[in-house]
């Protein structure tokens, strides 16, 4: 399997509910980020994490919880979500730490999230 | 603030037709620039990028950006559109150096007539 990965690709859940979005990739990358998709909004940045270590959270709620165990794994957990929430979550990929070259994102095909 | 403009939500061409649609940026120094393109219910496909060197850079699907620094422009353009790219495309800047942290445009969406 190559490129980024994300499952589930679709997501109902209620207010009251915990899940986790995983996100996986085949690149060798050493970045990897959470961005949302609602309808009517730009793509926003959620998360970013370069070398395991998240250096990025733009103002996200506490609702949203990610872990990155390692380089080529990546989860966004849920829990008490509201509606608003419902979104396209995209997951994405690149290669570049520091002042080194950077390179293009790859995405996955995202989780279309449902909150009801 | 870092910004992106794409000030047409919509765009409408005939099968054949050419195509340009805009981009425009605020931003403190010279960023990296993308455009990705998303089909419905899919991931974003990168189509092409300008790190630097030559202005006009040439992506897939037949698809060649210019950026003019002057007017902080990143125009994507295609000289014959097929139907198949009928579609969502996002301009996009990032930071040159260190991770992507990239910053969107509301995007424009393409509709194709046969």
């Known amino acids: 399997e190559t490129g980024v990965t994300q499952t589930p690709r679709h997501l109902v859940m209620g207010m009251t509910n915990k899940k986790s979005l995983k996100c996986e990739q085949h690149l060798g990358h050493n970045a990897m980020y959470w961005y949302k998709q609602s309808a009517k909004k730009p793509l926003e940045l959620m998360f970013v994490?370069?070398?395991?270590?998240?250096?990025e959270n733009n103002s996200v709620p506490s609702r949203f919880s990610p872990e990155c165990p390692n380089s080529s794994h990546l989860f966004l957990h849920l829990h008490t979500l509201q509606p608003e929430d419902s979104a396209l979550y995209l997951c994405?990929?690149?290669?570049?730490?520091?002042?080194?070259?950077?390179?293009?994102?790859?995405f996955g095909q995202g989780t279309r999230l449902t909150v009801v | 603030a870092q910004s992106v403009t794409q000030p047409d939500i919509h765009i409408t061409v005939s099968e054949g037709a050419s195509l340009e649609l805009r981009c425009n940026y605020s931003?403190?120094?010279?960023?990296?620039l993308f455009w990705y393109v998303q089909s419905p219910g899919q991931g974003l496909q990168l189509l092409l990028k300008y790190f630097s060197g030559d202005t006009l850079v040439q992506g897939i699907k037949g698809f060649e950006a210019e950026f003019k620094r002057s007017q902080s422009s990143f125009n994507l353009r295609k000289p014959s559109v097929h139907w198949s790219d009928a579609a969502e495309y996002f301009c996009?800047?990032?930071?040159?150096?260190?991770?992507?942290?990239?910053?969107f445009g509301a995007g424009t969406r393409l509709a194709v007539h046969p």
């Open positions: 996009a800047v990032a930071p040159s150096g260190g991770y992507n942290k990239l910053i």
């Open positions: 994405a990929s690149s290669q570049g730490t520091g002042r080194t070259a950077n390179t293009e994102a790859f």
């Open positions: 994490y370069s070398l395991e270590e998240r250096v």
């Open positions: 931003y403190g120094a010279t960023p990296y």
